[in-house]
């Protein structure tokens, strides 16, 4: 039998640099550093999908609503698509006055060329150039000296000065990464970074960019550190650079390299939301920022709806979110262990607002994020009480979402401490049926009619019980079911938000009946979901979005309608 070769005999260690006199392990980060995000570029540049404009608006209209200033919204010497792309942000005047966009290029003539046309118009726009400058690179891919690699750089730079300087109009920021560059000789990067700065002599009113990446996560975070403050001393022309970092998390260790990195003297940070990107992705943006605001520092970015930012992602990428993600993931404030759920019980009995955060097991607030403390009960065959989505599934067919899954374990709970029992196998149903399925007032389904032509909008007529009168809604969408919110939205004036859908068949042959699960917001209230069953798929639908509203009706939030609100 062949034997793998021994790890020593395949792969060598990094070799790190000389710094004996290294200060950034006795410092803090007191501030964040500059946001840029690559998630419209780097991020969507990996996708088996890349994200179509309607996404790309989506994501980047994301992006600005959490506070990011600066985001790298395309390649656009890569494809008509991306080029198309930066023209619509302004031509439409679609970038806020406080927000820049980004574009990346190559170091080739007539890229930069194609690259610098793609901005004209745009108020201030920052110029990425980049070329790989590691020994590896220049031996295995170029083929060329260091001479050579130096001179592509300048080259590049010298062709965007001159371009730039003659638009006037544009307030122009202009960045070099030497790729490659935490694999490189440190002095060579030093010397191009030089040379490059020497090109486009920059000032201390007119900063550029120095970008430092870890294309490839080479080392332990503490090198990459080391390397970011040796350039940190010796860069010229250090008072007029922002000097920033693009880690990668190929050793999975991007979050630390980049912490380490501001520590270091780094003022800016490239990455994606939840780390998208090739390979293991690009340092997270999300990790980092709330890393910051657990230990008291603003972050300057907003996710005090981090489920909302999160499913925007998930839309957009079509990469799923892991559940134990930190501060986003569906199970990160949840307890399985009993001893954790008492330790946190208590700790939040215990908290009061006018002392820091102190309860066992949860580093920020949930509610901080948007998020509450859910004891979640577990979910599988062995697990007693835990397993309610287990019997629903095997014994009901019910297959619930997790976030469904977190919401119902809440109304389990409620029984249990209100009982003082284990709920039984035979009781999670008739909860789930008088929790869900039974919500049928004062809002209630009876029929509806669909029309449209194929390609055209939608048409749904829907008439309805309202506090006991029959109303009749009718509304137009891309499908029934947003016909039929925009219907209910317009007439009942219930501003209903649907920010999930799932569905699926419960039976088979001419039994078989459609579930849907639909998680909304109503009137602007707390996130909850709405579960419908029914043998059309529309109607199971429509019974989820009233399940939703009526159950946000039960709590309050919405004013219950009466017989004389609505006429027949």
């Known amino acids: 039998m062949s034997m793998h070769p021994t790890p020593s005999s395949k792969y060598r260690a990094f070799q790190p640099i000389d710094l004996p006199d290294r200060q950034w392990p006795s410092r803090r980060i007191t501030h964040a550093p500059i946001w840029m995000s690559t998630d419209l570029r780097d991020g969507n540049q990996s996708l088996i999908e890349p994200m179509s404009v309607t996404k790309k608006l989506k994501m980047f209209e994301t992006l600005i609503g959490i506070g990011m200033k600066e985001i790298e919204v395309a390649f656009p010497s890569a494809s008509q698509t991306d080029y198309d792309f930066v023209r619509k942000l302004i031509e439409e005047d679609r970038i806020p006055a406080d927000v820049t966009i980004e574009v990346l290029t190559q170091s080739r003539e007539d890229l930069i060329r194609r690259t610098v046309d793609s901005l004209t118009g745009a108020r201030r726009a920052i ?43 544009t307030e122009w920021v202009f960045e070099y990464s030497p790729e490659t560059f935490s694999m490189s000789e440190i002095d060579f990067a030093l010397e191009v970074c030089d040379a490059v700065s020497a090109i486009w002599q920059p000032t201390p009113e007119r900063k550029m ?17 080391d390397q970011i403050e040796w350039m940190h001393r010796h860069l010229a022309r250090r008072d007029s650079i922002v000097l920033s970092v693009h880690p990668h998390n190929d050793r999975g260790t991007a979050v630390a390299a980049a912490e380490l990195a501001q520590m270091a003297g780094a003022d800016r940070v490239e990455g994606c939301l939840f780390a998208s990107g090739e390979r293991t992705g690009n340092v997270d943006l999300v990790t980092l920022a709330l890393n910051l605001y657990s230990q008291g520092i603003a972050p300057g970015l907003d996710f005090s709806d981090i489920d909302a930012v999160r499913q925007v992602a998930e839309y957009c990428t079509g990469l799923p979110v892991h559940p134990r993600h930190p501060y986003a993931g569906d199970l990160v404030f949840t307890a399985f262990s009993g001893s954790h759920q008492d330790a946190i019980k208590k700790g939040m009995a215990a908290q009061r607002s006018d002392v820091p955060w102190e309860v066992p097991y949860l580093p920020i607030d949930p509610a901080d994020v948007g998020r509450n403390y859910d ?68 809002y209630g389904y009876r029929h509806h009619r669909v029309s449209g032509a194929s390609g055209e909008p939608v048409t749904v007529n829907a008439e309805l019980d309202v ?57 602007g209230g707390a996130t909850l979901f709405g579960v419908g069953v029914d043998k059309d798929i529309i109607a199971a639908a429509i019974r989820a979005v009233l399940s939703g509203v009526n159950r946000q009706s039960l709590a309050g939030g919405i004013e219950k309608p009466t017989s004389q609100t609505f006429a027949i």
């Open 375 to 442: 004891a979640v009960i577990r979910v599988n065959s062995q697990s007693g009480k835990g397993g309610v989505s287990y019997l629903l599934q095997h014994e009901h067919g019910f297959d619930l979402p997790r976030r469904l899954q977190i919401e119902f374990s809440r109304a389990i709970q409620r029984i249990s401490d209100l009982t003082g029992k284990e709920v039984h196998g035979d009781d999670i149903y008739a909860l789930f049926k008088s929790e869900y399925l039974d919500q049928t007032a004062p």
């Open 209 to 225: 960019i120095i970008n430092l990446p870890a294309t490839v996560e080479m080392s332990t975070p503490n090198t990459y550190a």
């Open 127 to 169: 110029v990425h150039l980049y070329n790989a400058i590691a020994p590896s690179f220049r031996r295995i891919v170029f083929n060329a000296s260091r001479d050579e690699v130096k001179e592509l750089a300048l080259s590049g730079t010298r062709l965007i000065k001159a371009l730039t300087d003659s638009r006037p109009d």
């Open 467 to 523: 506090a006991g009168m029959r109303c009749t809604v009718e509304g137009s969408g891309s499908g029934p079911l947003e016909a039929f919110i925009n219907a209910v939205n317009a007439v009942l004036g219930l501003e209903v938000l649907v920010l999930d859908y799932h569905e699926h068949a419960i039976g088979s042959g001419a039994d078989a009946q459609a579930a849907c699960y639909i998680e909304m917001r109503v009137k």
